[in-house]
Nanobody
Framework: QVQLVESGGGLVQAGGSLRLSCAASGSIFSASDMDWYRQAPGKQRDLVATITRGGSTNYADSVKGRFTISRDNGKNTVYLQMNSLKPEDTAVYYC???????????????WGQGTQVTVSS
């Protein structure tokens, strides 16, 4: 069984910073891509940032230059450093990790429980 536990959300003023963490635990053989998504009220869930096992990253245009995704493969943990936050960044943030639980097993998506980020103007 695999669990993803997120932390680091909260309330911050515009221009402030937050750092989100997502730690995967349980029966993990390997983790490939790790992503952060966000979902604002009444809107679809959108991809914010992604990082491969080798460290290659991609970002949504709306967060480029402000957010940084990173990972610790030894801890099966992904981070999202968010700087220069704007009110439009307000959303529930979810981590998504593609994992294998055994050498011969298939890769599946696992989701965190979500953490609220609220940016006040």
């Amino acid at each position: 069984q695999v669990q993803l536990v997120e932390s680091g959300g909260g309330l911050v003023q515009a221009g402030g910073s937050l750092r989100l963490s997502c730690a995967a635990s349980g029966s993990i053989f390997s983790a490939s891509d790790m992503d952060w998504y966000r979902q604002a009220p009444g809107k679809q869930r959108d991809l914010v940032a992604t990082i491969t096992r080798g460290g290659s990253t991609n970002y949504a245009d709306s967060v480029k230059g402000r957010f940084t995704i990173s990972r610790d493969n030894g801890k099966n943990t992904v981070y999202l450093q968010m700087n220069s936050l704007k009110p439009e960044d307000t959303a529930v943030y979810y981590c998504n990790v593609k994992l294998r639980t055994s050498y011969a097993g298939s890769e599946y998506d696992y989701w965190g429980q979500g953490t609220q980020v609220t940016v006040s103007s």
